[in-house]
Nanobody
Framework: QVRLEESGGGLAQPGGSLKLSCVTS????????LGWFRQAPGKEREFVAI????????YYGDFVKGRFAVSRDNAKNSLFLQMNNLEPEDTALYYC??????????????????????WGRGTQITVSA
């Protein structure tokens, strides 16, 4: 049973912005860190961002370079990814995922998809002029 559902994908122009949302049907999921990954055709799944339960700590993939911001609203069972200054290289299927381990995030593990145990089906982002 899929418990995470992404939305907000679509077509954007280079330099444009999009905001992704992810809603979980399980309140319990909001007691865990939540993250975003992406996967482009023919490429490995790539870590984008993760946010701690209380929003105190966030970590980003190296390619983000200050362009994206992850946030969450625990009261609304929601996770967000604000994406600015989009580039064609950002074209991918974007997934939200629940980190396996509650509590403090160990940044050594955030980029490993095996550290996440629940995934949405993804939302497509295409960046093109």
């Amino acid at each position: 049973q899929v418990r995470l559902e992404e939305s907000g994908g679509g077509l954007a122009q280079p330099g444009g912005s999009l905001k992704l949302s992810c809603v979980t049907s399980r309140r319990l999921d909001m007691t865990y860190p939540l993250g975003w990954f992406r996967q482009a055709p023919g490429k490995e799944r790539e870590f984008v961002a993760i946010i701690s339960t209380s929003s105190t700590n966030t970590y980003y993939g190296d390619f983000v370079k200050g362009r994206f911001a992850v946030s969450r609203d625990n009261a609304k069972n929601s996770l967000f990814l604000q994406m600015n200054n989009l580039e064609p290289e950002d074209t991918a299927l974007y997934y939200c995922a629940k980190f396996k381990t509650p509590g403090v995030i160990n940044p050594s593990f955030v980029a490993d998809p095996e550290q996440y145990d629940s995934w949405g089906r993804g939302t497509q982002i295409t960046v093109s002029a």
